[in-house]
């Protein structure tokens, strides 16, 4: 009987070691960690963990232990996944970034890096080629895609005296220009240090844990300190350590943001971070880009001003029938204008002659019909001054002026729509508290202001480059405010990882814009913006609801240790089901 007990007490001993040990092995990371943090003046919710496991390990109490050393690794982990980084926005940008320039050289065009151009090289630009580098034209006439760099999707023309930046993209002509800087030193070089440097200037966001354990640490410092120069009794102690583990606040968080995260993701909203949730839901200013983002970034035909003796339908079916032959985005515009109003129908031209940047030419119906710019259509369309100026009146927006038979016939006028969803986003902002709403755009300041008017927006500016928005973003944020940008085209990236919270609308591509951003609405919709702002908004309320609560049960159990009805086991037991009471309130976080 004596050798079966002696044998028991061996086994028991024999296997509270091997306990130990795991507890030694498993827990020397985390208090290692906690260490570091400490030696960088970083002082968190790790400290009593660490201290808990010190403490067990020193007294033999290995279950105790585990089961926090298991909490604080589990809790990293999710919080580690919620939490994961973008790390690929700059690596996109470089990517796309053109590669090859055509130098002239004499009577050859040699293919060569664009790390090679200089100052003054005399490039050869071809349809469809990004021009590599800044430059002005002084040869050819072209369109240019400029979305890249100022997001309006209207084709801009480019002709000899034309100043160029890279990035941009040829149209249908032939183009030469002349190299006025490096591409090391280009529109589109700065854009990508522009995000480089934004990104890794954006300080990372304190956990939410570590701002309550500012004052919970401390005063669980005290209640050890209490108890152990009233007791003497190092075991009530190490109990007091192992319920105040904050496992409260390590789970709450992450839970409640994974909840969060998921919820988001239902509603087609990727939030690349949990960070973001919670710079959601503090967020004081918005700020949005224009074209594609508060329009549908598609332009429409607006209304067309026939001159003197022409009828408004019969000039859009003639301009429409030269269109047909071209390429121009602009052409598409017209001739889908067209077949709205004809029922599907538009006549054929002939003799189609189209000048690349300028506009067309053809025969409809008998009649010779010019469509395109102010400068190509009206040495074939005579009008006199007073009509000319009645029928442009006082707007500087996008045109396309129409001539048949030697006459001006009319000007067709060009406009973005506005996303019909605009002024209910708007509305929900403000009710909920977002102080400023600010319109910022590439586009010509006279067409921003129009459209900011429309919707009640006051804060405008216009005529930006990427690195103008971003500064605008940098220095509300330098006023104290929490910005949330919102964009879609390249020249929104600076300005989206310049801000607390950028959101990318992602619905026609994403791309750089994607990358460059905290959270992705993968649908072309804007009122998902709002969604993502409730979301975060309830997101952080649950979180701290249940930090709060899990807190508070600690606390108690805190006391009840002290008091010696807690021993350690047991508290770490306990530490468990409020544990477990905390995860399942911040599960509510993924719920619709």
């Not at 940008?93 to 090289?121: M, S």
């Not at 990035?167 to 032939?174: E, F, I, K, M």
């Not at 880009?289 to 429409?300: A, F, I, L, M, N």
Request: aromatic share 4%; hydrophobic share 50%.
């Amino acid at each position: 009987m004596a050798g079966g007990v002696c044998y028991f007490a061996l086994g028991a001993d024999a296997a509270r070691l091997v306990w130990s040990v795991a507890l030694v092995l498993t827990g020397a990371p985390v208090v290692w960690k906690t260490i570091a943090s400490a030696r960088r003046g970083h002082f968190a919710t790790d400290i009593v963990a660490s201290l808990a496991i010190v403490g067990a390990v020193l007294l033999m109490q290995p279950l105790a232990g585990l089961v926090i050393v298991l909490m604080q690794s589990g809790g990293e982990a999710l919080e580690h996944w919620a939490e994961g980084r973008a790390s690929a926005a700059v690596r996109a940008l470089e990517e796309a970034a053109p590669r090859i320039a055509h130098r002239v050289a004499g009577e050859r065009v040699e293919d060569v890096p664009v790390g090679v151009v200089v100052v003054g090289d005399l490039l050869l630009v071809r349809p469809g080629d990004l021009i590599p580098c800044d430059g002005e034209v002084v040869e050819g006439r072209s369109d240019l895609n400029v979305a890249a760099l100022t997001g309006e999707v209207a084709p801009v023309e480019a002709s000899p005296g034309a100043h160029v930046m890279s990035g941009t993209l040829n149209g249908t002509g032939v183009l030469r220009l002349r190299a006025t800087a490096l591409a090391s030193e280009s529109q589109y070089a700065r854009i990508v240090e522009l995000v480089r440097t934004a990104q890794s200037s954006k300080a990372p966001l304190q956990r939410l844990a570590d701002r309550y354990a500012v004052w919970f640490t401390p005063a669980t410092a005290v209640a050890c300190g209490v108890a152990w120069f009233a007791t003497h009794d190092s075991l009530r102690v190490l109990a007091i350590l192992v319920v105040a583990t904050p496992c409260p606040l390590i789970l709450a968080a992450p839970v409640a943001i994974i909840g969060g995260i998921n919820r988001a993701a239902r509603r087609q909203i990727i939030m690349r971070h949990g960070a973001a949730l919670e710079r959601l839901a503090a967020v004081t200013v918005a700020v949005f880009d224009k074209t594609g983002t508060v329009t549908v970034g598609q332009p429409r035909v607006r209304r067309l001003h026939p001159a003197a003796g022409f009828e408004a339908n019969a000039v859009l079916r003639y301009a429409a029938a030269v269109e047909q032959g071209s390429s121009h985005l602009l052409a598409r515009v017209i001739v889908e204008s067209a077949e709205a109003l004809g029922g599907g129908t538009v006549p054929q031209a002939s003799a189609h002659v189209e000048s690349p940047g300028q506009g067309a030419v053809g025969t409809v119906e008998g009649h010779e019909v010019h469509v395109g710019s102010r400068s190509f259509v009206l040495p074939h369309g005579q009008v006199d001054s007073a009509q000319l100026a009645r029928l442009e009146g006082s707007d500087v927006g996008l045109r396309a002026y129409v001539a048949i038979d030697g006459r001006l016939a009319g000007i067709i006028e060009y406009a973005d729509e506005l996303r019909p969803e605009l002024a209910g986003v708007l509305s929900d902002m403000r009710s909920w508290g977002i102080s400023r709403v600010l319109l910022l755009s590439g586009d010509h300041a006279p067409n921003v202001r129009a459209v900011a008017a429309s919707v009640g927006i006051t804060e405008v500016e216009g005529d930006l480059l990427p690195a103008q928005k971003a500064a605008v973003v940098s220095r509300l944020r330098a006023n104290g405010d929490v910005v949330m940008m919102v964009g879609d085209g390249t020249n929104d990236a600076p300005a989206l990882s310049s801000a607390d919270v950028g959101i990318a609308l992602a619905g026609h591509g994403g791309g750089i814009t994607a990358e460059a951003a905290d959270v992705i609405i993968l649908v072309d919709s804007l009122d998902r913006v709002t969604d993502a702002l409730a979301i975060g908004r309830r997101t952080m309320h649950i979180a701290r609801q249940s930090i709060i609560a899990g807190l508070g049960l600690s606390g108690i159990a805190m006391v009840a240790a002290g008091l010696g009805y807690i021993p350690p086991a047991v508290g770490a037991l306990l530490q468990e089901a409020i544990d477990v009471a905390v995860i399942l309130n911040a599960v509510r976080a993924s719920r619709a």
